[in-house]
């Protein structure tokens, strides 16, 4: 069986709107948001376990466990909505790939809804109790709200690497002749890949609070000492975090298909090299030093991470015959600019007047007052709202009416 010429026949025959470059790369952009907030949810859970532990050693322990399982709770809401861009994408132009790991796993597929959705209620339970003088047997519910996010990473995890084995799909679906169609497991797992990935929430963490202590830095309940002790929480967290994750990265480097060209590719070494400057380079920050800047090279680091997890797929999926260039293109310009307009309006304008209200809002001690640039910005957003929402109608209407009548 020619496993190319079924996964070639497999794609949507309704083809792709526009270039499939154009989808790749949205792909690997909107990852690279979804993937930071699962690692501040996971980095953030982490800590805020710990430190609700460590209340009795500390007066600051019990404040930042209570800070850390709100930045928890919204890190799980963000990572869920962002979430959907790169996997709608994925759908788009791997969908043979896509839904037949999901086939063969259906009920792993199925259940990461649901215990994502467990999870998430007993972290609010966590949440909802964390308060100064909490009994601890609270923390059962942030443990095993942990453990839930952590194998959901896992099915995650296993469904895309599977994704990325078509030659072993029939010995899955029909092992020794018999065929199986209950989906009862998770038929492949590249541990190195999945503890590289899951190390990364402690620098996640840690970049986090360097962030935290300069954001907070106006207020005054946030006094110096406090501002000192996450910050040198935060330093320590990054630069052991990063040294950690080196280990698993290169036991990946290694577990790569011989004659692929992946383990020697430059990309994977760039990413390595990457780690392990960010490592020294925490180890030279002075504990009062913080601010965005080392968030926002974490981010470009799993911007290369992206770029890299797309080169292997490539590279896995190209010698069985697929490549996304030859995805059918029947191009729709109209739904195309509706796309990147709402992307732009929607995502850009309302996207940063909220991100800016929120800056601003929290930076000011006390009540905030808007400026006029602010109050243009919220009325321009507000304005593109409504404009987005009228197209939508009219264009769907639009279309609905033309196919009726032809």
Known sequence: MDIGAVMNTMRDPAGVPAQPVVFQILMVTT????????????????????????????????RLSMAMTKVAKVAVSLLIVLGVGPLLFTQVIYDPQWYTSNVLSGRWAIA???????????????????????????????????????????????????ALLPDQWMNWYAPGGMVDTRGAALHAIQWPRYV??????????GLFLLAYVHYFAVHADREPAYRAFVS?????????????????LLAWQCDFPAGSGLALHPVGWLIV???ATMALWMRQLDDNAHGYLPA??????????????????IH?????????????????????????ATLAGIGGLVGGFYLMLLYRAGRTQGVYIADRTAARLGTGAVSVLGVWIAVFFVYGIAVSMHNSFN
């Open 296 to 313: 926002t090279f974490g981010l470009a680091l799993l911007g290369l991470l992206a770029t890299w997890r797309e080169i292997i797929r």
């Open 112 to 162: 990461f809804i649901f215990t994502l959705i467990v999870a998430y209620c007993c972290w609010f339970a966590f949440y909802h109790a964390n308060r100064e003088g909490a009994k601890k047997h609270i923390g059962v519910y942030a443990w095993a709200a942990l453990g839930l996010f952590c194998l959901d990473g896992l099915i995650m995890h296993a469904l895309s690497y599977q």
């Open 316 to 340: 896995y999926l190209r010698p069985l015959g697929y490549t996304i260039r030859t995805y059918p293109v029947h191009a729709d310009w109209p739904s195309t600019v509706l796309f990147f």
């Open 232 to 248: 040198h929480l935060g330093r320590q967290l990054a630069q052991w975090g990063y040294a950690i994750a080196l280990l698993p």
């Open 196 to 205: 590289f990935f899951m190390s990364l929430c402690v620098p996640a963490v």
């Open 31 to 62: 990852w690279v948001g979804h993937i930071a907030f699962v690692h501040l949810a996971l980095g953030s859970a982490g800590l805020a376990i710990f430190a609700f532990h460590r209340r009795a050693a500390a007066e600051y322990w019990e």
């Open 273 to 275: 090299g990457a780690i």
